[in-house]
T-cell receptor
Framework: NAGVTQTPKFRVLKTGQSMTLLCAQD?????MYWYRQDPGMGLRLIHY???????AKGEVPDGYNVSRLKKQNFLLGLESAAPSQTSVYFC???????????FGSGTRLTVV | EDQVTQSPEALRLQEGESSSLNCSYT??????LFWYRQDPGKGPEFLFT???AGEEKEKERLKATLTKKESFLHITAPKPEDSATYLC?????????????FGTGTQLKVEL
């Protein structure tokens, strides 16, 4: 009963470095999301997916790319990290039937 | 523009002192109003979904209500373990993807 698993939990990057955050869910959910959470800003949607092989832009997509090659996995990539991308990143999934999202435990990313 | 505002930003209660958290929303078509609980260092945890004005849902010491413009999370006789940040979010009928727009949360502290 893992739910939504995010890796890594913590990461420090230097400006300009790249990395990929992995989200895996074992609930056979169609919909998956990446949010970032910053103090005073709440959760803001970066990208989302409505099914395997699909992706779409959210509210704050610039500087990020995503892929959903397998239904259970949703990857978030930072091609060239910037200090403004220092944040806590949350992945979430849902079956779309109104029971709300299931969130992962988050990845705390610091870009120096 | 669709938006959601939560108040107060922070609330400190004594154990047993009941109160309410407010979530005001503006959306062209409401698909659902969601409440989540978030503990420090963790992802949000789903509490309730409300779909139409007049609807109420309860879980232990929490009761969520919905009007056409607001939702309230009533906390009756709170305990220290109710301390957390409470987030509300709405899903609109436009845009697709079962996306949620989150408020910035109310940080609740319940003291002995």
């Amino acid at each position: 009963n893992a739910g939504v698993t995010q890796t890594p939990k913590f990461r420090v990057l230097k400006t300009g470095q790249s990395m990929t955050l992995l989200c895996a869910q074992d609930m056979n959910h169609e919909y998956m999301y990446w949010y970032r959470q910053d103090p005073g800003m709440g959760l803001r949607l970066i990208h989302y997916s409505v099914g395997e092989g699909t992706t779409a832009k959210g509210e704050v997509p610039d500087g990020y790319n995503v892929s959903r090659l397998k239904k259970q996995n949703f990857l978030l990539g930072l091609e060239s990290a910037a200090p403004s991308q220092t944040s806590v990143y949350f992945c979430a999934s849902t079956d779309g039937h109104g029971y709300g999202y299931t969130f992962g435990s988050g990845t705390r990313l610091t870009v120096v | 523009e669709d938006q959601v505002t939560q108040s107060p930003e922070a609330l400190r209660l004594q154990e047993g002192e009941s109160s309410s958290l407010n979530c005001s929303y503006t959306v062209s078509g409401l698909r659902g109003l969601f409440w989540y609980r978030q503990d420090p260092g963790k992802g949000p945890e789903f509490l309730f979904t409300l779909y139409s004005a007049g609807e109420e849902k309860e879980k232990e010491r929490l009761k969520a209500t919905l009007t056409k413009k607001e939702s309230f999370l009533h906390i009756t006789a709170p305990k220290p373990e109710d301390s957390a940040t409470y987030l509300c979010a709405f899903g609109g009928v436009t845009g697709g993807g079962n996306k949620l727009t989150f408020g910035t949360g109310t940080q609740l502290k319940v003291e002995l």
